[in-house]
Nanobody, 114 residues
Framework: VQLVESGGGLVQPGGSLRLSCAAS????????MGWYRQAPGKQRELVAA???????NLADSVKGRFTISRDNGKNTVYLQMNSLKPEDTAVYYC?????????WGQGTQATVSS
């Protein structure tokens, strides 16, 4: 199983980023997928999740600003992040659980700063 994130970078407050996670080695369309983040000195936290059927769940801190979506034809899950705040600065990780095991991507850094 391989999860490869991309799309991070440096953006000013109020700006947007779109993260992508390309998955391989799993039956993507049958898998729930998630995005987590970890800021320096803090625990990793769930940001957004999407079921195989497309139902979504977002952390309260990002509701109204972030959107998670998936493209089963491309085996890719996305995290659209709008109205970014400095407190959104973190390494963002893609996550999948299959056959009872957890898999993580390598992470992509998103920095929100003026």
């Amino acid at each position: 199983v391989q999860l490869v994130e991309s799309g991070g970078g440096l953006v000013q407050p109020g700006g947007s980023l779109r993260l992508s996670c390309a998955a391989s080695g799993i039956i993507f369309r049958l898998n729930a997928m998630g995005w987590y983040r970890q800021a320096p000195g803090k625990q990793r936290e769930l940001v957004a999740a999407i079921t195989s059927g497309g139902n979504t769940n977002l952390a309260d801190s990002v509701k109204g600003r972030f959107t998670i979506s998936r493209d089963n034809g491309k085996n890719t899950v996305y995290l659209q992040m709008n109205s970014l705040k400095p407190e959104d600065t973190a390494v963002y990780y893609c996550h999948a659980t299959t056959a009872g095991r957890d898999y993580w991507g390598q992470g992509t850094q998103a920095t929100v700063s003026s």
